[in-house]
């Protein structure tokens, strides 16, 4: 390789000759970076990999959800957002709702929900962060708890793996099959308390929906919106919180919160459900390459069951093929 002393011998000589192994050496790099840019999307095409991710957009808005869901009753009106509070958010999909038990304040559960599509580079507020900057002083560390939520009218859905649940439109009365989530609800569950009323305690449980898989950590959801082979990606946080008074200073609000919110999560969740997106479709849609949107899910658990059953079969061989 000529060194500098060489080159500006050369240069003095032959200008020309310098300029033109110059232009020769930025042509072959410009040359090899394209090779290599297309071998790599070649690649990422053959083998399905996406880098970046496209949006899913909601089937409804999240305030469709139905102000009364079996005896759980809104109270007073949902809360609304200033421009300040919904940048701080980053999306303008939420629903901030409370709900008690035959409309009773004593047992009034508030439900944050907000959904995020897209690339996603961030993973909302939690109540850890956010109560302790309020100034409210913590009890009781974060811990899992896992909500039993009533599954014993959901049937399994045609998709391997997945469930389904009949929602009935409050309007229309028409009964939807919703494909619900996969995995267990787990909310990470957190106490503070009021420093100036140490008995008023405040409890939060939040989880995560993620490209159709329930996820009770922001580190679940960074693994599900990353996953190479999704083409889409979205998730929705559900925050649950429950304010009330313990009757010593050693008490704790934890039992009541599990107890109720199992009660109101078990009606809730095929609502929040029948907002987001149905994901089966969705992988179905991202494997085939498609880029319309999918139809929204009708027909009724025993519909779905019976399409299951039938799937089943006809890949088994025992099921008729003809008329």
């Given at each position: 390789m ?5 080159l500006?011998l050369i ?12 232009l ?6 410009v ?9 790599f ?7 399905n ?8 957009e909601?089937?409804?808005?999240l ?6 869901i ?20 980053g ?11 035959d409309?009773?304040p004593?047992?009034a559960?508030?439900?944050?929900v907000a ?8 993973v ?16 009781q ?11 014993s ?17 409050p309007?229309t009365?028409?009964?939807?099959a919703?494909t ?5 609800v787990?909310?990470?569950?957190i ?21 159709g898989?329930?996820e009770s950590t922001?580190y ?27 009757e ?7 039992g ?6 199992t009660?109101?999560l078990?009606?809730l ?16 849609k991202g494997?085939?390459g498609q880029t ?5 899910v ?10 299951s059953?039938t799937?089943s ?11």
């Amino acid at each position: 390789m000529l060194d500098v002393k060489v080159l500006d011998l050369i240069a003095q000589e032959d200008p020309m000759r310098v300029e033109a192994s110059v232009l020769r050496a930025y042509w072959v790099a410009v040359v090899t970076l394209a090779v290599a840019g297309l071998g790599f999307y070649g690649l990422i095409r053959q083998f399905n990999v996406y880098l970046s991710k496209e949006r899913v957009e909601l089937r409804r808005p999240l305030d469709a959800v139905p102000t009364q869901i079996g005896r759980w009753q809104r109270v007073g009106t949902d809360n609304t957002y200033s421009d300040i509070l919904l940048e701080e958010l980053g999306t303008r999909s939420y629903l901030d709702r409370v709900y008690a038990i035959d409309g009773d304040p004593k047992t009034a559960l508030h439900v944050h929900v907000a959904y995020y599509t897209g690339t996603i580079d961030a993973v909302p507020h939690i109540p850890e962060r956010c109560w302790a900057v309020g100034g409210l002083e913590l009890t009781q560390n974060s811990t899992a708890t896992t909500l039993e939520i009533d599954r014993s009218k959901w049937a399994p859905a045609p998709t391997d793996g997945y469930f389904i649940s009949n929602v009935i439109d409050p309007v229309t009365a028409d009964i939807e099959a919703i494909t619900m989530p996969r995995g267990d609800v787990v909310a990470t569950t957190i106490e503070f308390q009021d420093p100036k009323s140490p008995r008023i305690r405040q409890v939060g449980g939040y989880f995560f929906i993620a490209n159709g898989k329930l996820e009770s950590t922001s580190y679940g959801v960074r693994q599900a919106a990353f996953n190479l082979t999704d083409r889409y990606a979205y998730y929705c946080k559900v925050q649950i919180t429950k304010k009330g008074q313990v009757e010593e200073d050693d008490g704790s609000l934890i039992g009541p919160f599990k107890e109720q919110s199992t009660q109101l999560l078990s009606v809730l969740l095929p609502e929040v459900m029948r907002c987001l997106p149905d994901w089966p479709e969705w992988e179905a849609k991202g494997r085939a390459g498609q880029t319309t949107q999918p139809q929204v899910v009708s027909g009724s658990v025993s519909d779905a069951a019976s399409q299951s059953t039938t799937e089943s079969k006809a890949a088994s061989g025992t099921g008729n093929t003809g008329s």
